[in-house]
């Protein structure tokens, strides 16, 4: 079987990659973890050895951070290592997992008629001297 991928979208208050390589050195000393030469926000932060890739990215702030996840060949129980380093990483990041609100409906808009507006307009109109 192929290396298998997830996604998701994590918040931190870490935000340079500097300190997040750091924080993530000490908490998965396994993985050889590198920080990308970024410029103007970006952030690009990513551990890798034999079995496992990790890979937190984000464009531009503010913003959530993207974290990838691959895990290679000959890991027993996938979800239970992706599990394992998600939770890992989001402890060192001091982070959590963003979940995208849900679509809310627009409330709808109470419509007035223009009998229903000219009082208040006449009123406004006096109240400012205006005949």
Known sequence: MDEQTFVLEICSLLD????????????LPSLKWE????????VRVWGKNAQFHVRIYRYEP???FRLTIAIGQGVENVEQAYKDLRDAVLQALDGSICEAPEPQPAPDAERLTARE???????????????
């Open 35 to 42: 920080e990308g030469d970024s410029s103007w926000g970006k």
């Open 62 to 64: 503010p913003g959530t």
């Open 16 to 27: 340079d990659e500097w300190n997040m390589r750091r924080a993530l050195e000490k908490k």
């Open 117 to 131: 507006i000219a009082p208040g307009r006449k009123r406004l109109a006096e109240a400012i001297g205006e005949d």
